[in-house]
């Protein structure tokens, strides 16, 4: 069946075009957004510091989208051989892009206990479901894993895959940092060079530890961050126990 026979919205459900239907799909053009700036960090053990990229999260940025299109690719992919080493058969269904036809795709789900093992990817022309329901077409581990590598490669750069609850992206690892501010893309050009210019050094691991008068006291780490930001002068050094400190935050 070739691409232009039919749109997949004018196909009965379960029916799926083959592989060779992907290969036929341009890939889409990136996104010409980027999140610019970075973020300051700090650990939550120490007192480092450290300038890092922003990670917005953004399907439409040049930057992340691609990352995060990769990352739902691997995640499913990596769902994909669970079921299989766990001996659930796969299959993949298209149903038409309209809310009616998911909310029916969905109680066939439910009702053949699956309703948290799928991922769906949404076309402009439909949906490609890929689940362990005895719904659509049956196919084989390596089918499944090149077919859905090949449709999210083909999908647009915005929010169009999601998953049953049983395929949820894991959450993100604690992590040891906090942020502390964000820098726009002039100031966080020039982080190195304030910091050069305050006698702050600059480690091989890219952190830093600024002065311990002005990390404890409230006041003074504020001005040290508009100070990274460009926003005004670095604070004074040796004030710490000079003279008491007003509460930054009054209650």
Known sequence: MSPAAAPMSQKPLGLFPPKDFW???PPPPLPTYVCDGGLVVRSKVTDKHRKVPRECDCWHCR?????????????LDEMLCQADEDGLSLFLASIPPTPCAWAAFRRLLARHGASGRY????????????????????????????????????????????????????????SEWEVVDELTEEAAAQVEDRLAAVGIVVEDDGTWIPPAEWVEDSWLYIDFLKYLRGEGPPPPRNTLGACPSPDPWPR
């Open 119 to 174: 991922g769906r990817l949404r076309f402009d022309e439909g949906c490609l479901v890929v689940t362990t329901a005895p719904v659509g077409r049956p196919v084989s581990l390596d089918e499944a894993r090149a077919v859905l590598a090949r449709a999210v490669a083909a999908l647009p750069f915005d929010r169009r895959i999601s998953s049953g609850r049983a395929w949820k992206l894991p959450p993100k690892p604690p």
């Open 63 to 75: 930057v992340h989208g691609p990352r995060l299109k990769q990352q739902w690719a691997d995640h």
């Open 23 to 25: 290969d036929s799909l």
